[in-house]
């Protein structure tokens, strides 16, 4: 069974992951490439069969911040809104973990939509969950220390990977924070000395 069979809204509907699969260009991606950047023209819509995405958003001065991640299975809305509009990107989409995806030209996007009330259905449970996840961001921009953020990151990560260890560095970590290195590396030294966590070369290890 592969990811997309898994999902609740295309169980009723195999015609429509066929479909997904014949309209659709599979390509494979190593960790770290860019499958959408920000100003760019949206022509097809990523649906992530393997590994994992994370959407960032980048500021005028150069900070980023990470917005959410997308999962087997899952799509970005982003996408399907800029793309639907005729719009730009406003977001950065890049590789978490070594990705299949499948790429659905937007026009294929509007005609699924007008066939197929299951690919609707799709569209706005996204649409739903990301809305919950940007208001986390927001709620712990606002709210939380940088310390919990950067715990809560890691643990993110730790189920993405479903894996204790994470493969990252710490200037990754403070662009996804929207913070300085220089901050996330005194961070995690005191989250090592109170045996939270176990820094190595390019790895942390929580505990």
């Known amino acids: 069974m592969t990811e997309l069979q898994k999902i609740s809204e295309f169980e009723s509907s195999p015609e429509l992951i ?15 490439s860019i499958i959408q950047d920000e100003n760019s023209h949206i022509r097809a819509i990523p649906i992530v069969v393997k590994g994992s995405l994370k959407v960032i958003r980048t500021e005028e001065d150069g900070r980023e911040i990470l917005l959410y991640y997308i999962k087997p299975g899952e799509s970005c809305i982003m996408s399907f809104l800029g793309g639907l509009h005729n719009d730009t990107s406003k977001v950065r989409a890049e590789v978490e973990e070594d990705a299949e995806i499948l790429f659905l030209p937007v026009d294929k996007v509007s005609l699924f939509i007008k066939e197929y009330p299951q690919w609707l259905d799709y569209i706005f449970r996204l649409y739903h969950k990301r809305f919950e996840e940007l208001l986390e961001v927001v709620n712990a921009i606002a709210f939380k220390k940088v310390d919990e953020r950067l715990l809560d990151l890691l643990q993110k990560k730790s189920s993405l990977a479903v894996s204790k260890t994470i493969q990252t560095t710490h200037e990754q970590l ?32 929580l505990m």
Request: hydrophobic letters at 35%; proline letters at 0%; aromatic letters at 4%.
């Open 174 to 205: 403070a662009n996804e924070l929207g913070t300085a290195r220089a901050v996330v590396s005194r961070l995690l030294k005191q989250l090592e000395e109170n045996g939270t966590v176990k820094l190595g070369r390019n790895k942390i290890t």
């Open 18 to 32: 066929e479909r997904l699969y014949a309209n659709s260009v599979q390509k494979d991606y190593k960790a770290g």
